[in-house]
């Protein structure tokens, strides 16, 4: 396996890339972050940049990196002031979890790193394995998961699959425009609600005292839930305490194993 030369400089601009790069152990590679990158791992010390939305390429060219690690969504005019940087500049855009694997083990063969990288596929995909042979047998329960609440958008299709996982069924096409009315018809039991860059902001009144939802089974029985940002919408290592979550939150009667730190030392500092 090719190691990282001590000339290697990454810049991410993506939590998610941000996340894997940390497991992976290129911490000490990465030199820039986007503002949002301290939510999902300890690199609050770095330089905050913008991401490919909006950004300042000279901060990013004053940084020397060379790889730069972008996501959607991206602004044209944003990407195109990345692409005329020196060093290579690449941009994912997962939506399942197979394409998260990919990613992870993309970002790992990229920066030598690709034994690290199969490791933390391997961890997370037996931890999901658990959970669903923990939940297999349990009521499956009627789920909907907003990412966004005007317009309101479904939570990717990796989170449902999460909620597949976690014992239930996501009750509106995963990522896309949703109507009040559309949630209501389908009765979701459980709402829960982890809007995009607001942390735990997303207001739990605003589906408890919503017109359309108040004979759903979620508002009736008091079913609606706060998640943090960061543990659903960031397609790498943070799902799996997504995952848990999602599990206490639909199945509290199911017991995982602890969530026990990585073996590496520098890890063990870090917060779950």
Request: glycine share 6%.
């Amino acid at each position: 396996m090719a190691k990282p030369t001590r000339r290697e400089r990454i810049v991410s601009l993506a939590p998610s890339a941000t996340s894997i790069l940390v497991a992976l152990g290129a911490k000490k590679a990465l030199v820039g972050v986007s503002r949002w990158c301290p939510t999902v791992a300890p690199v609050a010390h770095l330089p905050q940049l913008g991401d490919c939305w909006q950004i300042d390429p000279s901060a990013v060219r004053a940084l020397s990196p060379h790889l730069i690690v972008g996501s959607v969504p991206y602004r044209a005019e944003t990407l195109a002031q990345l692409l005329e940087l020196p060093g290579t500049f690449v941009a994912t855009n997962p939506r399942t979890l197979d394409d998260i694997f990919r990613e992870i083990r993309f970002l790992g063969r990229l920066t030598g790193r690709a034994e690290q990288a199969d490791q933390l596929i391997t961890r997370m995909q037996a931890f999901f394995e658990l959970v669903a042979r923990r939940t297999r047998r349990l009521p499956r329960l009627r789920v909907y998961a907003e990412a966004w609440p005007k317009p309101r958008i479904a939570s990717p299709p990796w989170v449902a699959e999460l909620i597949a996982l976690a014992g239930g069924d996501m009750i509106v096409p995963a990522g896309q425009k949703v109507d009040d009315l559309e949630v209501a018809r389908r009765d979701p039991e459980v709402i829960l609600l982890a809007w995009t860059a607001a942390g735990e902001r997303s207001r739990r009144a605003s589906a408890l005292e919503n017109v359309h939802w108040q004979h759903t089974s979620a508002v009736r029985n008091g079913r609606v839930y706060v998640v943090r940002d960061e543990l659903l919408n960031t397609p790498g290592p943070p799902l799996m305490d997504g995952l848990r979550v999602l599990v206490r939150t639909l199945h509290p009667e199911v017991v995982l194993p602890a969530n026990r730190p990585p073996r590496d030392r520098r890890a063990r500092a870090r917060s779950h």
